[in-house]
């Protein structure tokens, strides 16, 4: 039996074998635009790699799974699973969402693929929360069931952004006025730095009005823009709160996983925000918050090892 897994996204379709659950082997990377379909490209691996022709594959991939025909969001591939399953000749063809596999993967990760900022041990097998900032705000819980763990998906990212002093209720109100409804998103995520730049800019009569996200980032770092830093200490205290609340959703006593390609650029920084203060912050159930580990994931591929634990619990 030969395991494939692929995380495909607007831009690649990163490929490999799974050997089991958080272990992967062969990897690749594709340009989507180089090819007409994820068939295509799996073609194009097989061939390249030399490896036996899978027998069960599961794709991660960067847009809703609703039925048996796929259309990517920010991408032109559109396929049906069953006629991509045919074509491949393989026994089985899952198709999950990209977020869902990174949560299945972070049950399994090792204190080598991830870091721990603050709270006690995680409870095994209680819920976990998983979200991301990335291009979005990427949201999902994962629970023991029977044995195994299941991801529960969902659009967390878009509830209302909530604002925790006189600072952010300006913000809010400033960006309220271009988007009207403020989800969480447009602050927890690249463009959202981008977004909270633009209003602490106006409200602060900054020279310069927009940036990049990185340049913003880069420019706090270095601590040579007021401006950009205050954006980055918001950013870094807005995912305190939300992830806070993301832990006393479902109580997450299994921890709190930060995914997404954004805090790995800064840890150094986020670590030492006031990230965990805000996240405790929760009145009378701040001593709850106190208990719950929060992870930074680390790992680089784990929407791969998300897919491969898909495999391994499925089949």
Known sequence: MTKLVADIGGTNMRIAIADGINAISNIRKYQVTDYASPVETIE???KETGIERPTHVCLAIACPVNGDQIT???HSWSFSIEQSQK???VEALFVIN????IALSVPFLTNEQKIQLGGESAEVNKPIAVYGAGTGLGVAHVIAHEGKWIALGGEGGHVDFAPNNQQEAEVLSFLAKEFGHVSAERLMSGQGIANIYRALAAINNAAEKELEPSEITSRALANSCSVCKDTLDMFCNLMGSFGGNLALT???Q???FIAGGIV????EYFVNSGFRQRFEAKGRFEPINKKIPVYIVTEEQPGLLGAAAYLA???
């Open 44 to 46: 194009a691996y097989i």
């Open 72 to 74: 990517m969001t920010n």
């Open 87 to 89: 074509q491949l000749g």
């Open 98 to 101: 990209d977020f869902t596999a």
């Open 250 to 252: 479902l109580l997450t």
């Open 254 to 256: 299994g921890g709190v």
């Open 264 to 267: 790995p650029r800064f840890i």
């Open 313 to 315: 619990q499925n089949l």
